[in-house]
């Protein structure tokens, strides 16, 4: 069943018998026993105490950490099964965590194990790899700066500086998601500002605790606009003022920081776009049960041509982000992350827009009710706003899926297509048959 990394997984619209098992028994644990933890009012300590004997059982029946390969714990999926399972877990903003895979520090594990093959460090494997696996380290990715544009790392001012047998690192970040529950921080900083950013900046492993890093909040946001310091899901800020790690912590070679980022952000983008459609499909169904429940002049909602056509197309665009999803996944898969770079650039802006607009439908159909936290479409609404900035703005993505698709087209004075032209160039080419054919006709 499991297959090596990046292998390739044969894919033709149906699951193999076993993983479709193995689905049905994802989907059973989270909606029977992950959602209702969603709405107790729980703490980081007493949620893991009560997922501790659930992330068990996914051990005991291999689903844990499957975005690894097997030599470092992970089941080794591929992506199209990591697709097909996350868009499971994603109903729930717990399911991840159950399964050994959440962000930031599945995506993470993956950078740490792709620095471990560019240099054949085993140590680091031991030291960060294998605790962030098994859920006895919390880690932070610290790249976005506030005084710089996130969407152009190129821009990135933090600078590691080497001095003896440690680097200096100073600079300020926000944004560090669980950086204020976070053991060990990984911060990207310029490490030669003379060369092209491509090759000048690197990724170095920071433990929290090392003098002169420097958390001074959690940003408060539309996801919570008065936040709680310390909560499981913020965002940090942090300022790096001269600290000082060994040269052993900058992770991956001298300058590979942004193919680590690559290497980092592009299956994990698919990951998102698979969860993503967990929560349109949840809030789809919410949507469908509303419409078929609420009566209102002279008739339910669903027989009300507008709300049948949310629901047609919520169904049609989820559907197609589903596909686009699992493409670019089996694109992965066969090609590697740089090799479906497009593929995945398009799903990240189209999927981002496929679960705002299911969920500001399904919000929409149940009125006051959907705009309450009595219903969980408040907080997906609030959730789905922010997945068209991270992992880069959709523009970014969009501009990058343009410069591609234009690079194979030429410039032309007149149009390829400009009848006239055509039609001489026709007349030209059909001559002799077009002359016996009015001979004929004579
Ligand atoms: C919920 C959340 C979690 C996050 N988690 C992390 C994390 O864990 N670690 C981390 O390092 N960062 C994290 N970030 C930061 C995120 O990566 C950045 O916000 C993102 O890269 C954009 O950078 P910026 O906010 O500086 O926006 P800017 O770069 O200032 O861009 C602002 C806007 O400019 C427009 N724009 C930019 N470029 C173009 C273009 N080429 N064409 C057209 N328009 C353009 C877009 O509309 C964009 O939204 C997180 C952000 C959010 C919202």
Wanted: aromatic share 8%.
């Amino acid at each position: 069943m499991a297959s090596a990394k990046g292998a390739s997984v044969a894919w033709d619209f149906s699951t193999d018998e076993a993983f479709e098992a193995d689905l049905e028994w994802m989907r059973e644990v989270v909606r029977e026993e992950v959602e209702p933890l969603e709405t107790l009012d729980l703490t980081r300590d007493q949620l893991l105490a009560l997922i501790a004997p659930i992330q068990e059982r996914v051990r005991e029946r291999g689903l844990w950490a499957a975005h690894l390969p097997p030599a470092l714990g992970g089941m080794g999926f591929g992506q199209v099964r990591l697709g097909l399972m996350h868009e499971i877990l994603g109903r729930s903003p717990y399911g991840p965590v159950v399964f050994g895979n959440n962000a930031p520090d599945s995506g993470n594990a993956e950078l740490l194990a792709v620095a471990m093959e560019m240099t054949g460090r085993a140590d680091i494997e031991e030291r960060w790899l294998r605790p962030l696996l098994e859920g006895r380290m919390r880690s932070g990715f610290s790249m976005t700066e506030p005084e710089t544009a996130g969407s152009d790392p190129r821009l990135l001012r933090t600078r590691a500086v080497r001095d003896g047998d440690e680097w200096v690192i100073s600079g300020h970040k926000w944004y560090t998601t669980n950086g204020s529950v976070a053991d060990v921080l990984i911060v990207m900083a310029v490490t030669n500002p003379d060369v092209s950013p491509y090759q000048g900046s690197s990724m170095f492993v920071v433990p929290v605790e090392t003098p002169g890093v420097r958390i001074v909040r959690d940003v408060g946001s539309m996801d919570e606009p008065r936040v709680t310091y310390g909560r499981f899901g913020n965002h940090a800020e942090i300022y790096y003022d001269e600290v000082r790690v060994p040269l052993d912590h900058l992770v991956g070679p001298e300058g590979s920081g942004f193919a680590l980022a690559q290497a980092r952000l592009g299956p994990g983008r698919i990951h998102h776009c698979m969860r993503w459609l967990g929560q349109a499909s949840r809030a789809f169904d919410m949507m469908c049960e509303r419409a078929k429940s609420r009566y209102a002049h002279g008739s339910l909602l669903a027989d009300k041509q507008t709300v049948q056509n949310w629901i047609a197309d919520s169904a049609a665009e989820m559907h197609a982000a589903r596909l686009m999803t699992l493409h670019a996944a089996w694109a992965i898969d066969q090609r590697g992350a740089a090799g479906a770079r497009d593929e995945i650039a398009m799903i990240k802006y189209y999927g981002a827009k496929v679960l705002h607009d299911v969920v500001d439908r399904a919000l929409q159909v149940h009125g006051a009710l959907g705009y309450s936290a009595d219903l969980p479409l408040e907080a997906m609404y609030r959730a789905a706003r922010a997945a068209r900035i991270y992992d880069g703005p959709d523009e970014v993505h969009r501009q990058s899926v343009a410069r591609h698709t234009l690079a194979r087209y030429e410039a032309r004075e007149v149009p390829r297509e400009y009848l006239p032209a055509r039609r001489a160039a026709a007349l030209e080419r059909y001559a002799e048959a077009l002359e016996l054919l009015e001979a004929e006709s004579a």
